[in-house]
Every structure is written in C-alpha cells, then in structure tokens.
C-alpha cells in the first residue's frame, strides 16, 4: 500500500488521497493569515498576539515582547506591526 492511498492519508469519508508533494509550498489561499501585534497587557507588561490566535507570553520588556511576535511573523511569513506609542490604549 503506497503512503497517498493509505486509509489515514484520504479526505474524510471520501476514500480520495490527499496530495502529499512534500516538495510543493502549501498553497496560500489555504494558508491562515498572520498579524502580530504588540499590546500592553494590564499596566506593566507587552504581550504579543496573532490573528491566528497565538499569543506570546506577557513580558515587562517591550523589546523581547516584540522579539517574541517577529519571530511568529517571520515563521509564518506573515506580518509585524510593532510596539503601541505610550500614549495608545
């Protein structure tokens, strides 16, 4: 039994292989969109969050809060919209 028509590789219900090309990028109508922000988090701490809905851990240093939500946005080829201005919120 070849790994596209094995039972766990088929589209629910439908006994129809998935397409494996593990050389292939996923097409990106199919990928999710990702936009990460830093907020302020109570008063003392920046947190970064996704559209996707991943959040990075509160953190009291902006610049490693802000680290944190590049790296999610550079994984997922998505995009980074930065640190709020002290004023915002």
């Not at 998935?18 to 990106?28: A, E, G, I, M, T």
């Not at 701490?45 to 809060?65: D, E, I, K, Y």
């Amino acid at each position: 039994m070849s790994v596209a028509t094995h039972p766990h590789n088929t589209y629910e219900g439908t006994g129809k292989p998935v397409h494996q090309d593990q050389d292939q990028p996923v097409p990106r109508e199919t990928m999710m969109h990702h936009e990460v922000q830093v907020r302020r988090v109570q008063r003392h701490f920046l947190q970064s969050v996704c559209s996707c809905g991943w959040l990075g851990a509160a953190r009291r240093s902006s610049s490693l809060a802000a680290e944190e939500g590049q790296d999610h946005a550079i994984l997922f080829d998505g995009a980074f919209t930065g640190i709020p201005s002290e004023g915002a919120e």
